[in-house]
């Protein structure tokens, strides 16, 4: 299993006690107090990225609320025993259509509009297969702690569609599945996702 940074950990850890102060602190000098952790968390940020201090100062201010998991769904369709991946024009890897939840719209719905938007597949979920940490499945580290569920879709209609974050639309089998986009989808996770849609009695899976 791939290990998050040390120094990422550190960055997600004061952000969150930062945050959390910002958000509910009412004294003024408790208040500065959780800036500068934020300041400190933003250094430690641009430090191991190749952002500024400005930009990552600013993309730690600029969060509100209590810090929460972003969560992330994946739309599982299967046709003739071959599951659907779109390419991402992000990196050229290959991946479980989907993306954030948006604001008022409940996950299955979401993984829905995902595998429209991507893909050109029209959709239903049927079933959570999964929900999984990010952090502990070997995904490629990310700055936001990611909770990714995956729904098992049955296939309406539609056809092989581009769009603004994707490149191509095709069926794959067990055995010739193409290079992956490690930071949205893994080789055993998408394994995980044929067993659990090949065995319809088996529960879903989660951390």
Known sequence: MSEIPVWLDWVQRLQSLAQAGLTYSQNEFDLDRYRQIQIIAAEILSNGTDLTFDKTHQLLADERGYVTPKLDVRGVVFKDGKVLLVKELADGGWTLPGGWVDIGEPPALSAEREVWEESGYNVRSVKLLALYDNRKHDFYP?????????????????????????????????????????????????????????????????D
């Open 142 to 206: 990310t700055f936001n702690h990611i909770y990714k569920l995956f729904f098992l879709c049955e296939l309406i209609g539609g056809e092989p569609t581009n769009s603004i974050e994707t490149s191509d639309a095709q069926f794959f089998a067990r055995d010739e599945i193409p290079p992956l986009s490690h930071g949205r989808i893994t080789a055993k996770v998408l394994e995980t996702m044929f067993e659990l849609a090949l065995n319809p009695e088996a529960p879903t899976d989660f």
